[in-house]
């Protein structure tokens, strides 16, 4: 695919550097894997450590100890960590005590010895870098051992030696190639120190003996080169005794064919010339063996400068040489690597700016090695624009230090215009003294199509619920993955690899969203990034995330875009809800607070700043306890501990504190919020403002009470009407039972009165008569009794009706003459004629006339006269009493009418009665609508005068509206009503039953004519009233009455409005007025 | 021969006492003392007229008067109500189903005998 070039996906780094290590580090490891190979050879194992076995025997040879203590020697277990020997010897000695055995023994000032016992085997174990090394510190042992036989004052350099060893063994660990160069220093190190001993040492045999005893080979010849001892380590080199090379000259023993006669000939010019000479030739050794010798000739002078031979110091330094000889063979085996690898090499010089790009590194481009400049400007002309910054960066990071390689992936235009993606990382092999690059190497890999199958791969195995699109914008060929069929519900073969598979299963209503962020990406690079609704193959919605990469052509357009599609369904989901959760709690009106176990405020919402009147950020990270008042804080904590424990606790009611110090009485409901396993960790309480509440429900309470209060009242009532009505029927009853009795009497009596037993004298005639008349009294006194309380209760039904006077006076004259007749009084009674119908209940009236009467007979003196006229005023009649009694003063006429007040001066003290009479004739009257007053002078009788009005609508509402003013106990507004029944013939029916014994007395009817009633009373709701009627017709009729009409005129008030009222009710019955002439 | 009355009232001392006026004032009087016995002695024997009482033990004298209008044999005998309801609704009430009068307890025994005599003469002209 490598006209297209897919862009980096930053999650592809790690990826990507593995490819890097297996392509690239993978080529130097082999060099360093042939390094080491040479380095782990046994031979040079068991060289090495010959060596030092020997040095250490002869150091051992030098002293010997009288005290011993054994120590184990840790063989140098690690190349840095080894003991250093200044520190094992300081300040002693140090001596080797048995060279097979490895066991070295130090002394220490005062010659107490330490034995410290090398273990051979540790020695063959260690690692085999530590080989190179323990030849160092073998050395640095033995030249240790000559500056302890130098003296104290050499052992300041002993140590010093031992620091350079082991610093040259470190870095030998490390630079092979310059393990030369390090030689050469430790060698003009280790001649200084012979100068040094050879000027400051007297015992020469000791020098000599320490020379026979270092692994270099020593050789002393006299001036003219000839040999006059060599030591052992000459002989393990070379195979030649000290015997059979005394008096030879080296040269001639030693060189061969092979050797360089260039060199040969340095050695001899430099002998010649009397100097330092340092060279390295191949020789061979007695059996043949060729090895290589670094050669440390030094001239040695007499006391008197004259030459008196030359000190040679020659190292085998064979190994190095095989060593650079295996190096070569790597480089070579390196550069077929390369070439059989198809890298693409170059070779930069930074200075210069020129590059040696490699066959392979033109080729890869597509062009001829003859077409490419080999200069930097070639490699920047083909890289993508969009990678150069990235190269850059990644070569700066290198140069400046910060990058131990030069690694960096772009892409590198094809001469075909494509681009191909390249690994290209080297370093730099040279610096400059100020640590400035001079040269760098390195490869380049194509990797384009390790990239494809990188992304496909690492995408399909990023998730088993993550689906792989890929669409090339090119070819329109679009590519969807098992997995991205599989989120939609589908197998692999029941969708096609379309565009319209992704399009139209996009949810209807996320479609736009999707396209345009796809669309955007594709023109502005945006990131494609986006969560989206996807239909499942079972009608469902699920919730995906997508993400997406484009490739983009060098001319800027999107070739190519593939991304992933996971199913994010549940998340979202559990997203929603907890963003649908916070809003809620961002929303909420009640004050919620997130707390840590401690009660720490974790969180607060926008509410808490309400409640609290305190900025949130207040809140956060201080103690509940600011804001629970000290009154309330132990039953707060209480509270939240049994909620902790686990019971559920209803919220409870409290307090909290304003930040201007003011509390507010909230509820608290509290509850625990736990983490994924389950545990407690803090606690979330929601806290609610209900002073309002409180306030409210103080109101409902009141409301409640005042119903209870009401149900009560009504029970109370019920039971008082009840109690009432008991009453009222027991008054009726002792009413009616009391009489039958009282007429016994009273007949018996009147029959032996009347002689019908026999004779009667005279006397008994009297005493007969005033039993009668007791009687009489007796039950008027009872009926007085029982009206009054009838009349109190405004229960006395009232019947109202036209009717002619002389019906009412026409009953009251015979009763009233017998009582005339047994007091001696003459009775008249004068009616005026013509007189018109009045409006009233007659039996009422009839019982005021009577209870007058009765009462003017009462008080008049024997012989006088009672008189009873009547006469027409305007609107009513006027019925009046007069009598010849002795008359009342000012005093009784004020209290006259008051219940129970007895009248004085009673002509028959014998009967008293209760004092009602004349009160219940007041309230009869006005039960009538009329009026009653008395006038009267004492000595001059009086007169009791009584009014009925006349049947005359008008005249009675002014009536009625005058009479109520007088009263006390009554409401102080009037109802008019209409009952307008269905048929006309009903009038008179409803009439009756308005005015039965069921009607209620406080309704008034004022016009009965034609089909219409109007009646009015007291109540303030003419609505209700007028419910109220009807339900009375109703009762009294059953479902017939239903078919009145009954409307309510309205209610007005009374008595301020009296005069309006008045109005109200006349026009009301104006309408009715024709009628009512008809 | 003297028309006859029958006097109608639980309370036997009062029904003797009327029976006693009555007779005095030549009339034949028969008493029962319940409204039952009181329909049955009218069937019986009806009589000239019948002074009834409204409350009784087991008929009301309304009840009474309804069962006598409704059979043939008493349906024309005027009744007198006697009664110890004094209220006008009550009287108004007796005279709509048909009695001749209502007196009041404690009655004037001249009134009774007038109110009786008269709705005799009144009967019998009609008839």
Known sequence: MRENAWAVVPRLRSWRRMVWRVVFVGLPLVAVLAWLDWRTTAAAVEHARADRLRLLAQVAAIASADTVTDHTFPAVPQPRAATPISEIGAPGTTEIVDPTAATVRTFDAEGHGTMWRFDPAEIAAPTRGIVVRSTMFAVACGLLGMGLVAGATHLGLARRLDRLARETATRLDFEVVEQGDELETLTTTLRRTIDLLETSCEDRARLAMVAERTTSAVVMTDRDRRITWVNEAFTDITGYTLDEVVGRVPGHILQCEESDPATVRRIREGLERRESIRETIFNRAKDGRGYWLTLDIHPVFDDDGDLSGFLAVESDVTELKSMQERLAQTERRLRMVIEGAELGTWDWNIQTGEVVFNERWCRMLGYEPEEIEPHVRSWELVVHPEDMDEAMHALQDHFEGRAETYRCEHRLRHKDGTAIWVLDAGRVYEWDEDGRPLKAAGIHVDITDARETALRYELAAAGASVGIWDWDLVSGDVHLSANWKAILGYAPDELPDTYESWHDNIHPQDRDRVISALERHLHTHSPYDIQFRMRHRDGTDRWTHARGQAAWGFDGKAIRVAGSLADVHDRKLAELAHERLAAIVEQSEDAILGLALDGTIVIANPACATLFARPVEELVGRHESMLVPAKDRQAELDHTERVAAGERVPSREGFRLRADGSEVEVSVATSVVRDDEGRVVGFAKIVRDITERREKRALQESHAALARLNTLLAHQNARLEEMTDRAHRFVDDVSHEFRTPLTVIKEYASLILDGLGGPVTDEQQDWLRTIDVATVDLNTMVEDFLDSSKLRAGRLRVDRRPVAVPEILDNVERLLSRKAEAADITLTIAAAPDLPEVFADPEKARRVVMNLATNAIKFSPRGSEVRITTRRLEEEIEISIHDQGPGLDRDDLATLFQRFHQLPNAMSPSVKGFGLGLNIARQLVWLNLGRIDVDSEPGRGSTFRFTIPIHHPVAIVDRFLCVQRQREDWPDRLAVAEIVPARSRETDRIRQSLCGASAPTDIKIVSRAGDRIVVFGPTDDADLWEDRLRRMVADEFGDDATEITVRGLGSFAFPEDGESARRTILNTLGHSKEILRA | ?127
């Open chain 2, 1 to 127: 021969m003297p028309d006859r009355v029958l006097i109608v009232d639980d309370e036997r001392t009062l029904a003797r006492v009327i029976g006693i006026r009555f007779k005095a004032a030549g009339f034949e009087v028969a008493t029962a003392f319940s409204g039952e016995s009181g329909i049955a002695a009218a069937t019986a024997d009806p009589p000239a007229a019948i002074v009834l009482d409204v409350r009784m033990p087991d008929l009301t004298g309304f009840e009474v008067l309804d069962r006598l209008r409704a059979d043939p044999r008493t349906a024309s005998i005027p009744v007198a109500f006697l009664s110890a309801n004094v209220q006008d609704s009550a009287r108004s009430a007796a005279m709509a189903a048909g009695a001749v009068a209502y007196l009041t307890k404690p009655y004037d025994p001249a009134d009774v005998i007038a109110v009786v005599t008269r709705a005799i003469d009144a009967h019998r002209r009609s008839a």
